[in-house]
Nanobody
Framework: QVPLVESGGGLVQAGGSLRLSCAAS??????YAWFRQAPGKEREFVAFISWSGVNTFYEDFVKGRFTISRDNAKNTVYLQMNSLKPEDTAVYTC????????????????WGQGTQVTVSS
């Protein structure tokens, strides 16, 4: 199992920003995604990025506020989160797979441990 390690979570006021990082050790995957899960809710898709970084997809509730990017030389994927809202509070987890876009969490083979993002009002 290739570990994915997230960092960058924390507590921020509404309207603030955070940048999450996801570092993969040992290999580079073709596709990465970020998911999140709030207490009492199902895990939901947030954003996806392809190998080249050209293809990105976002869930509607983060479009225009979040940006996913990657640095293949560092085997790292980022999620820049701006204009954060209290409803963005969740555990954010990165996932990787060998394949093209999908927003289905069951199609991702590798997962990080998650990082907590808390947005206060």
């Amino acid at each position: 199992q290739v570990p994915l390690v997230e960092s960058g979570g924390g507590l921020v006021q509404a309207g603030g920003s955070l940048r999450l990082s996801c570092a993969a050790s040992g290999r580079t995957f073709s596709s990465y995604a970020w998911f999140r899960q709030a207490p009492g809710k199902e895990r939901e898709f947030v954003a996806f990025i392809s190998w080249s970084g050209v293809n990105t997809f976002y869930e509607d509730f983060v479009k225009g506020r979040f940006t996913i990017s990657r640095d293949n030389a560092k085997n790292t994927v980022y999620l820049q989160m701006n204009s954060l809202k209290p409803e963005d509070t969740a555990v954010y987890t990165c996932a990787a797979r060998v394949g093209s876009f999908t927003d289905s969490s069951s199609m991702y083979q590798y997962w990080g441990q998650g990082t907590q993002v808390t947005v206060s009002s």
